[in-house]
Nanobody, 114 residues
Framework: QVQLVESGGGLVQPGGSLRLSCAAS????????MGWYRQASGKQRELVAS??????TNYADSVKGRFTISREGANLVFLQMNNLEPEDTAVYYC?????????WGQGAQVAVSS
């Protein structure tokens, strides 16, 4: 089973930037898609951004123009987050999807506050 390890979370002021990293224990090209989800306190987990094995990307409307998903090599996926807002505060999870199976990292806390 693939292991996904997130890093790069933290506390940032509104308008600031963070980059999350996801390191996979096997090639990300073994999966149909890689993605980033987030879960704010008291809310359901939601898709933030995804990238397919072919390179197509998809973003939640709330982050379009501010967040960018990318990958490097066979084992790394990133989420560049710019112009962060307090509403972006959540635990961010890396996801690997293969057909109907989903694999998750342990999560990285992102807090946006002045």
């Amino acid at each position: 089973q693939v292991q996904l390890v997130e890093s790069g979370g933290g506390l940032v002021q509104p308008g600031g930037s963070l980059r999350l990293s996801c390191a996979a224990s096997e090639s990300i090209f073994n999966f149909n898609a890689m993605g980033w989800y987030r879960q704010a306190s008291g809310k359901q987990r939601e898709l933030v951004a995804s990238i397919t094995v072919g390179g197509s990307t998809n973003y939640a409307d709330s982050v379009k123009g501010r967040f960018t998903i990318s990958r490097e090599g066979a084992n790394l996926v990133f989420l560049q987050m710019n112009n962060l807002e307090p509403e972006d505060t959540a635990v961010y999870y890396c996801n690997a999807c293969l057909l109907s199976r989903n694999y998750w990292g342990q999560g990285a806390q992102v807090a946006v506050s002045s």
